[in-house]
């Protein structure tokens, strides 16, 4: 079985989404662990870390502000997931959250005036890309266009955080949860001032959108993949997604003004005692229903292991997998959108990461041309996930 994992992106409903995460897998059955694009410690030294900290190998679900890559570290297959969200107002999020967060680094200059939100937007998010470094993982292509790439072909559902409760019941279709129902968690809570001035930063940030650019093609891509895929799943769907609406509005009257906090995975959680009226309606019901059909077939995501390994008499060679896949794995060689040969991984390639797949038989080689136009990067046919070429030797 593929292990699920949540790809966790800062201050896109994860805290509520937390919650929900906890009922359909169990506290003590997730792995939360950090490990950001940036920092260079292996992802495999990081993960035996925290299994070695957690003392559990009952793990059903991974999650944590990650890149993509754990499948690597693993050497099993993946069912990524996650939820993106508008750049400028993830970053506005995350300012304001500190005035109800007493542990947000800038706290103490969010709160003495030292630090105002444009000041914020345009010093701490500047690189406007913080969504496609965590999916596009450890890349030496453009960002964009791996964090892309891997959007299409490499997760298994995507939503974004201003249509949660669409998203929701998408990736619960996609991954074969129980109705996903919840009352909003670790809200930000912002007194009339404080509301005035985020409503002024929001005016104002649209002079620094372009900063975001990057991120904002990013959630873009996302919210027209979730469309295609509501779509795809028909009108059983939509109605499941109205009972799915009511079920969330009787429990947000239930909650009325009251805020439940929580954040991390300390133990189960559960729905307050007034949420089982909910559970046993009819709404619930029908959500339940829809959840339980068979899946409609979809493609596989690609988990992509491997690498170039050498260019050596004109001829580029390495190792490929595909951990979803049941046939090798073919290549194509691109030079830009020019396609210029393919290969198909099936051959012996010596070493201790190939031996792990195919017994080996994952090895390919491929003849380059004598003159190519640009850059050359080896893909996987069907998509524009590149294999990783550590050494930049196809340039």
């Known amino acids: 079985m593929p292990h699920h994992v949540f790809l966790h992106v800062p201050k896109t409903a994860g805290s509520t989404l937390r919650t929900v995460l906890s009922r359909q897998y169990g506290a003590r059955h997730v792995l939360y662990f950090d490990l950001g694009h940036g920092d260079p410690r292996p992802m495999a030294d990081m993960l035996a870390q925290a299994r070695a900290r957690a003392g559990t190998q009952d793990i059903r679900l991974y999650t944590g502000h990650q890149y993509l890559g754990l499948h690597a570290a693993l050497g099993e297959p993946c069912l990524y997931f996650t939820l993106l969200r508008d750049p400028v107002e993830r970053a506005l999020s995350e300012y304001f959250y500190a005035f109800s967060y007493p542990h947000h680094a800038q706290r103490a200059e969010i709160l003495s005036g030292a630090l105002g939100p444009m000041e914020f937007l345009t010093r701490r998010h500047a690189g406007g890309n913080a969504q496609a470094q965590q999916i596009g993982g450890r890349t030496q292509r453009p960002l964009l266009e791996a964090a892309l790439a891997n959007l299409q072909h490499a997760i298994a559902a995507v939503g974004v955080a201003e249509d949660f409760e669409r998203s929701l019941l998408l990736i ?75 079920c969330q509005a009787a429990l947000a009257e239930g909650a009325g003004d009251a805020v439940f906090e929580r954040y991390e995975f300390r133990g189960d959680d559960a729905l307050p005692p007034w949420a089982a009226a909910v559970l046993a309606g009819p709404d619930y019901a029908e959500v339940a229903a829809f959840l339980a059909q068979p899946p409609r077939p979809i493609s596989a995501p690609v988990n992509l292991m491997g690498q170039v390994a050498r260019v050596e008499g004109g001829l580029v060679q390495g190792w490929a997998t595909d951990l979803f896949a049941t046939r090798p794995v073919t290549l194509r060689l691109m030079a830009g959108e020019t396609p210029l040969g393919a290969t198909r991984a099936q051959l012996f390639h010596p070493g201790p990461e190939a031996a792990r797949f195919a017994r080996g038989c994952c090895g390919f080689r491929l003849r380059l041309p004598e003159a190519a136009p640009g850059k050359l990067r080896l893909v996987v046919d069907g998509t524009n996930i590149a294999l990783p070429d550590p050494d930049r030797l196809l340039g």
């Open 172 to 246: 619960a279709r996609r991954l074969g949860w129980a109705p996903p129902v919840h009352v909003a968690r670790n809200v930000t809570r912002l007194d009339a001032a404080q509301e005035a001035a985020r409503a002024e930063a929001r005016a104002q940030a649209a002079a620094h959108r372009g900063l975001f650019a990057t991120d904002q093609a990013l959630h873009a891509a996302a919210r027209a993949r979730l469309d295609a895929d509501c779509a795809a799943e028909g009108a059983a769907f939509d109605s499941a997604l109205a009972a799915f609406h009511r």
